[in-house]
């Protein structure tokens, strides 16, 4: 058993995808103890965890809650974001089991992490293992977090005076770096942040990161094919 352990953790993808999950989890602590304090239900909060997951989608949902919105409102809000994820299924193609019910719970598991983990291997095999690896370390411990968020809800308080609230933005570097080694990524990274800078004063909330994905993702594909 230990011989095995020991064989897991050897490749680096493996730890980086685990130690990833459990940083995402700390932020579904945040997540949980903010649906408490703006009226969501703990088992509401779970369940979106369960069946949503996809932390921005989460957000801004009980974000348009917690400032007095209807819940049509909040799912538009949800669902705009996690458009993205569809995007990123492009890419992802390749990563993809060829089974139904293998790639139904694949499709569960691309998210922002996991599709970054996956892209930044050196080859199909090790980005198929960083994919699994990746989205289920951050399925287990963002749906930990957020139990654990509606449990102590009403003790933590407000977790922005905790400093919970830098764990997502720091995640999102972690999984930026790996990829500012290769010249076309940045070029798709730049191309991303520039749709995003140019239409976030004049769309609606979550569009800029709709299309500012879906920039990406088409910048990539182009380079591929030249």
């Not at 980086?16 to 940083?23: I, R, T």
């Not at 949902?61 to 974001?81: C, I, Q």
Request: charged share 10%; net charge positive.
């Amino acid at each position: 058993m230990g011989g095995r352990l020991k064989t897991f953790w050897s490749r680096q993808h493996r730890r980086d995808g685990f130690l990833l999950g459990l940083a995402v989890g700390t932020f579904g602590v945040t997540f949980g103890v903010l649906s408490v304090s703006a009226g969501v239900s703990g088992l509401q909060a779970v369940m979106m965890s369960l069946l949503m997951f996809t932390g921005a989608s989460q957000f801004a949902a009980v974000g348009v809650v917690s400032t007095g919105g209807d819940p049509m409102s909040a799912l538009g809000a949800a669902l705009l974001l996690a458009a993205r994820n569809g995007a990123y299924a492009l890419s992802m193609s390749q990563v993809m089991p060829s089974g139904k019910g293998s790639r139904l719970v694949a499709a569960q598991l691309i998210i922002d992490e996991s599709t970054a983990m996956a892209e930044a291997q050196g080859n199909l095999g090790e980005s198929r293992e960083a994919f699994w690896i990746t989205g289920l370390s951050v399925f287990f411990f963002w749906n930990l977090g957020t139990l654990i968020g509606v449990l102590v809800g009403g003790v933590v308080g407000d977790p922005f005076t905790w400093g919970l609230d830098a764990a997502f933005p720091a995640g999102f570097l972690a999984l930026l770096m790996p990829h500012l080694k290769d010249r076309n990524k940045r070029r798709a990274a730049g191309i991303g942040g520039v749709v995003a800078l140019v239409t976030v004063p004049l769309l609606p909330a979550g569009f800029p990161v709709l299309l500012a994905a879906l920039g990406a993702v088409v910048a990539t594909r182009i380079e591929r094919q030249e």
